[in-house]
């Protein structure tokens, strides 16, 4: 389980730069986030194509097509939720509520739909990240603002899109080749967010994009959920979501060293603490082999 853990971890840590990507390319040019989602999804999608072709095919001409659109439906879902999300709750506050309330649904969703265990271990983890993300949401540089609660609301539905994408991706992967899974659900998420396209301001805007556009997608999604689909293999989802809370952990500290973002004491004691619950399931060798 630790090399599947590690991979998912090496993703979690690339989607870990995509707000700060977000952040440096609103500088160059402003683009409308709807559109940097889309072009997020359409930029991975050709990636992903091109390297589950060349996986062996397994019984994908036997996968019914409408389980990968409602794949793509979850992911779009998720860019939706979460972009809507950042003027009114802010993009760290959006980040850390998304990802780190994604374990909890994704525990039930897995229990219920796949019929994974809920053992002491991974309530344990639970406990670990959740608190640990709420205390780095209590930190000095988080201000409630009066929609502040529509915004976490978002997260909070876009936290449970990502849970149901993982959870029919994990039931995919059991039967079909991963990056061919992870191929079709971002081509139809790109799909899904076509009509977004409309909200371009200009070709010239998306040339001064590009560069940055180019690494959201290749990099920070397509080659990153690669490596996260080979990782769940073999490892369940729930221990897989817990270990994609890298994600928020990476942003907070590439906001606390290179954007001087203050953490406070309590965000410190959060960081740890997500630490811990990622060391504590990767600490169990052999339970899910």
Do not use: H
């Not at 409408?66 to 992911?75: D, E, K, R, S, V």
């Not at 936290?159 to 991706?169: E, H, T």
């Amino acid at each position: 389980m630790r090399i599947g853990l590690l991979l998912i971890g090496l993703a979690a840590i690339s989607w870990g730069t995509t707000g700060t990507t977000l952040v440096l390319l609103q500088r160059v040019v402003v683009m409308n986030p709807l559109v940097v989602g889309f072009w997020r999804m359409a930029l991975a999608a050709p990636l992903l194509l091109f390297l589950s072709s060349r996986q062996p095919r397994r019984q994908l001409a036997q996968v019914n097509g409408l389980t990968y659109l409602g794949m793509g439906a979850c992911i779009a879902t998720y860019q939706v939720c979460y972009f809507a999300a950042v003027p009114l709750a802010g993009v760290a506050v959006t980040a850390l509520v998304a990802i780190c309330s994604a374990p909890l649904f994704v525990a039930l969703l897995a229990a219920w739909q796949l019929g994974e265990r809920l053992t002491a271990r991974l309530y344990t983890a639970l406990a670990l990240g959740l608190t640990g993300t709420t205390l780095l949401i209590s930190g000095p540089q988080f201000a409630i603002a009066p929609r502040f609660p529509i915004g976490v609301a978002l997260a909070l539905g876009s936290g449970l899109s990502y849970a149901a994408y993982a959870v029919i991706a994990k039931a995919q992967v059991a039967k079909t080749a991963p990056l061919q899974v992870a191929a079709l659900g971002f081509s139809a998420a790109a799909l899904w967010l076509l009509p977004a396209i409309a909200l371009q301001s200009s070709w010239a805007d998306w040339w001064l994009a590009l560069p940055y556009l180019l690494y959201l997608g290749v990099i920070a999604t397509g080659i990153a959920y690669a490596i996260y689909m080979v990782g769940l293999l073999s490892v369940p989802v729930t221990v897989a979501s817990i270990a994609t809370l890298l994600e928020p952990l990476t942003a907070a500290l590439i906001g606390v060293w290179f954007f001087r973002e203050p953490l406070g004491s309590l965000g410190m004691v959060g960081a740890g603490l997500l630490v811990s619950a990622i060391a504590f399931v990767g600490a169990t060798p052999g339970q899910y082999q």
